[in-house]
């Protein structure tokens, strides 16, 4: 992969860039689309990082479907495929991790310590490996990809991020793998995610810029629902990611709740939605 990288880099080819963990739906395809219109050449890679999972997390149960991906890509436009192994990634004796240091404190970082490292470590690893000119991030994982333009940026990395709004479902929830976990009856609980967001967005354009008030009815909402168990629930800084006393547009309402055993992420800014990369 890298060889053939340096080649295309040679030829002054733009290498477009998708990192994934398989398992592609509509999110990946619309990261792919944008990459086609982006760059001369699509690259994917599809790659369950297990250095971003605890020990008691899903690895040896997430979601795989590696035909069903390469479908998928071919009807994007992907080029090459990259479907490295563990081994590959981390041959004998690996030692060497990515840390950024505060981004990855708060949220999904408190509740996965070590998750960031993971996936710090292994985007790196894959920048190096493929040399993309631009890559694609979805901003459903919104720290993860704060934490990844972070890095770039402190590390010289020379890849531009491109952020792309999250895609929801017709009844809004938000596309993620970890959905395929769900039953009928569990699916339906998980639209309390959505509910919240549209409460929270409500409240404040109808001018509640209290967090406070703002969260006490989000997780007032979220109580009415059996199934759901509150990881996190919080209003932030987009930029910081620290904790605010009073909303504004650049507000980031982000939650994390448990729908039965399945871990869903969610977020919105407060401001008007994005309706384009970032």
Same mark, same amino acid.
């Given at each position: %992969?890298?060889?053939?990288?340096?080649?295309?880099?040679?030829?002054?080819?733009?290498?477009?860039?998708? =990192?994934?963990? $398989?398992?592609?739906?509509?999110?990946?395809?619309?990261?792919?689309?944008? $990459?086609?219109? +982006?760059?001369?050449?699509?690259?994917?890679?599809?790659?369950?990082?297990?250095?971003?999972?605890? &020990?008691?997390?899903?690895?040896?149960? @997430? &979601?795989?479907?590696?035909?069903?991906?390469?479908?998928?890509?071919?009807?994007?436009?992907? /080029?090459?495929?990259?479907? =490295?192994?563990?081994? #590959? %990634?981390?041959?004998? $004796?690996?030692?060497?991790?990515?840390? !950024?240091?505060?981004?990855?404190?708060?949220?999904?970082?408190?509740?996965?310590?070590?998750?960031?490292?993971?996936?710090?470590?292994?985007?790196?690893?894959?920048?190096?490996?493929?040399?993309? /000119? *631009?890559?694609?991030?979805?901003?459903? /994982?919104?720290?993860? *990809?704060?934490?990844?333009?972070?890095?770039?940026?402190? *590390?010289?990395? &020379? !890849? #531009?991020?491109?952020? %792309? &709004?999250?895609?929801?479902?017709?009844? $809004?929830?938000?596309?993620?793998?970890?959905?395929?976990?769900?039953?009928?009856? *569990?699916?339906?609980?998980?639209?309390?995610?959505?509910?919240?967001?549209?409460?929270? +967005?409500?409240? @404040?354009?109808?001018? #509640?810029?209290?967090?406070?008030?703002?969260?006490?009815?989000?997780? #007032?909402?979220?109580?009415?629902?059996?199934?759901?168990?509150?990881?996190?629930?919080?209003?932030?800084?987009?930029?910081?990611?620290? =904790?605010?006393?009073?909303?504004?547009?650049?507000?980031?309402?982000?939650?994390?709740?448990?729908?039965?055993?399945?871990?869903?992420?969610?977020?919105?800014?407060?401001? =008007?939605?994005?309706?384009?990369?970032?």
């Amino acid at each position: %992969m890298q060889s053939m990288a340096l080649a295309l880099r040679h030829e002054a080819r733009r290498i477009a860039f998708v =990192p994934t963990m $398989g398992f592609l739906h509509e999110g990946h395809a619309s990261l792919l689309r944008e $990459g086609r219109k +982006r760059g001369d050449v699509l690259i994917v890679s599809i790659f369950v990082n297990p250095i971003q999972f605890g &020990p008691t997390e899903d690895l040896d149960r @997430y &979601p795989r479907n590696l035909e069903g991906d390469c479908a998928i890509a071919r009807e994007c436009g992907v /080029d090459i495929v990259f479907t =490295p192994t563990a081994a #590959e %990634m981390y041959p004998a $004796g690996f030692q060497t991790s990515i840390r !950024v240091a505060d981004l990855a404190l708060p949220l999904c970082g408190a509740s996965r310590p070590g998750h960031f490292d993971g996936v710090a470590t292994v985007v790196t690893k894959l920048f190096n490996i493929v040399l993309p /000119d *631009l890559a694609l991030f979805g901003a459903k /994982d919104f720290q993860q *990809l704060a934490i990844i333009r972070r890095m770039a940026t402190d *590390l010289s990395q &020379p !890849v #531009e991020i491109v952020g %792309m &709004p999250i895609v929801r479902e017709t009844d $809004g929830l938000a596309m993620s793998s970890r959905n395929a976990y769900l039953s009928p009856d *569990l699916r339906r609980s998980a639209l309390c995610l959505y509910r919240t967001i549209m409460l929270v +967005r409500e409240r @404040y354009a109808a001018g #509640e810029h209290d967090t406070a008030v703002l969260l006490a009815a989000a997780r #007032e909402l979220i109580a009415t629902e059996p199934a759901a168990d509150i990881d996190y629930l919080e209003l932030r800084d987009a930029a910081t990611l620290q =904790p605010v006393a009073t909303a504004s547009d650049t507000t980031l309402l982000a939650l994390a709740v448990k729908i039965g055993a399945t871990r869903l992420i969610d977020n919105t800014m407060l401001g =008007p939605e994005p309706k384009a990369a970032q």
